[in-house]
């Protein structure tokens, strides 16, 4: 999948995020209008100082409420159908092409600007990419950034407490987390149970396979079967062959096939793993307990 193919974090698109978005652009804009005149914005619209002043007030307002609806939009948008890399960039073109526009209508109905209205609308243009874009970027990283930070302090809530390196399960914001550790003990991955499908391994490597926004994706530790399997004995993983460990809850039925037994998944992936005749009888064994357990 390329990279303008994934769908943005759900932090983009939240309500709350979307509202500080939007205070934030409208105050960043506003004052860096009236303090550093980018590009003698303040020539450029042919007034003084308290004029413009009001005059960018204004504008900014108008402005903020062509993002007001576009943000309203992809919000109702997103509560149905999933938004790319590639989409939510699209979007934010248009939005300045459309503030763009409007910034170009003032000038040329309000403050009767003589330009031409193709030259004014290019000005526009350049003008607003580089004021909106600002706010936008920063607001980008300080997402970005706090969701991550949430994320390793759930993540280190969810390792302490026990008095062990290791904590197998633990619930983080109600959902059940397993942790992964590489070789040297370090915490390198932790994802809800229910997503994770099987465990590859490869070498001194292992790859989860999991899914992310009903697709199949992997990552990739380095480490050991043998290791996951003494630091998470009662996670639900279970070793079916010398390469590969399942997720019980996540196995949908075992058949066999000329090549001998295949276990697949409830999941939209058309991978089977294979079970060798070493581990059937614990395989057996777990999914009989499972069964039991279920009822």
Not at 4 to 17: C, V
Not at 24 to 44: E, Q, R
Not at 155 to 165: D, H, T, W
Request: aromatic fraction near 14%; charge should be positive; include cysteine.
């Amino acid at each position: 999948m390329l990279p303008w193919e994934k769908r943005i974090p759900d932090y983009l698109t939240s309500r709350r995020n979307t509202v500080n978005f939007i205070l934030f652009t409208a105050g960043f804009a506003l004052i860096f209008i009236n303090i550093y005149s980018p590009f003698g914005a303040d020539k450029w619209l042919n007034v003084g100082a308290a004029e413009f002043f009001l005059y960018s007030s204004i504008v900014i307002l108008i402005g903020m409420l062509v993002i007001v609806i576009s943000r309203i939009l992809m919000y109702v948008f997103t509560k149905r159908n999933s938004i790319t890399y590639g989409a939510y960039g699209l979007w934010i073109i248009g939005e300045i092409l459309i503030l763009a526009l409007v910034y170009t209508l003032i000038q040329w109905f309000f403050l009767h600007v003589k330009n031409d209205f193709s030259q004014v609308y290019r000005n526009s243009v350049r003008n607003t990419s580089f004021i909106i874009m600002l706010p936008y970027v920063i607001s980008w990283l300080y997402l970005s950034f706090k969701d991550k930070y949430t994320i390793l302090e759930r993540m280190e809530n969810s390792l302490s407490g026990s008095g062990s390196r290791i904590q197998e399960t633990k619930s983080v914001s109600g959902f059940s987390m397993i942790p992964f550790h590489d070789e040297k003990g370090i915490l390198k991955f932790s994802i809800k149970k229910e997503d994770v499908l099987y465990i590859e391994a490869a070498d001194n490597y292992i790859f989860i396979h999991y899914i992310d926004r009903d697709k199949p994706a992997r990552y990739m530790i380095r480490t050991t079967l043998k290791r996951i399997e003494t630091e998470l004995p009662h996670a639900g993983l279970i070793r079916c062959h010398r390469s590969f460990m399942v997720n019980i809850d996540n196995v949908k039925y075992i058949r066999k096939e000329k090549e001998g037994l295949i276990i697949g998944f409830e999941a939209p992936i058309t991978v089977n793993v294979p079970i060798s005749k070493t581990y059937l009888e614990g395989i057996i064994r777990k999914m009989s307990n499972f069964v039991e357990t279920e009822k």
